[in-house]
């Protein structure tokens, strides 16, 4: 029997928004001589993207989340830091604006992001907000930020240990400190859906 979870609304990613965030990421991390990697980037635009909605009333880059196994995920986001072929077809996307290469246990390293554009996409309270994840995430770790996104109830309402798929939906609703369901519904007929 399936059990009944939060509603999910869907919204129209900013795919100008995400590539800004993913590049501004990387130089952050660059400057205070950090490696970073694709579980590292998208543990920081989540904990950055929560941040900011509870502040602000509004996600950085309006990315969709899916709980995975290791927490929550920006689908958009995930799919081209993979340079995932249908992704990168959807969006016009030739190329990106950093450099990745595969690195110890076959993590992906990304590297020298061109931000000459980001001020372009990103207001100072995004930038605040993906600084301040970032530093969580690298001062934390791995296993500490596992455990903390697990915790997130839109991630504990959304997760199925006996499912047989690989991800699933998270409830935009459920990422206000209180849930907001009017408030996402909102947010989704703004992004254009």
């Known amino acids: 029997m399936e059990r009944k979870k939060a509603e999910i609304a869907n919204l129209v990613p900013n795919i100008d928004k995400i590539i800004a965030a993913i590049s501004y990421i990387i130089k952050a991390a660059s400057e205070n001589n950090h490696v970073v990697t694709q579980y590292d980037i998208v543990k920081t635009m989540f904990l950055a993207d929560r941040a900011h909605l509870n502040?602000?009333?509004?996600?950085?880059?309006?990315?969709?989340?899916?709980?995975?196994?290791?927490?929550?995920?920006?689908?958009?986001?995930?799919?081209?830091?993979?340079?995932?072929?249908?992704?990168?077809?959807?969006?016009?996307?030739?190329e990106l604006p950093w450099d990745m290469e595969k690195g110890e246990r076959g993590l992906f390293i990304y590297s020298n992001s061109d931000v000459s554009w980001v001020d372009d996409h990103l207001s100072l309270s995004d930038k605040k907000a993906l600084n301040e994840a970032a530093i969580t995430v690298k001062s934390l770790g791995f296993g500490q930020i596992r455990r903390l996104t697990h915790e997130d109830p839109a991630y504990v309402d959304a997760w199925e240990d006996d499912g047989d798929r690989k991800q699933y939906p998270m409830s935009l609703g459920l990422l206000f400190e209180v849930p907001n369901f009017d408030k996402a519904r909102e947010l989704q007929d703004i992004s254009g859906l």
């Open 55 to 94: 502040r602000y009333g509004r996600l950085i880059s309006s990315d969709n989340y899916v709980a995975m196994y290791h927490g929550p995920v920006p689908t958009v986001a995930y799919d081209i830091l993979k340079r995932n072929a249908h992704t990168m077809r959807m969006y016009n996307l030739d």
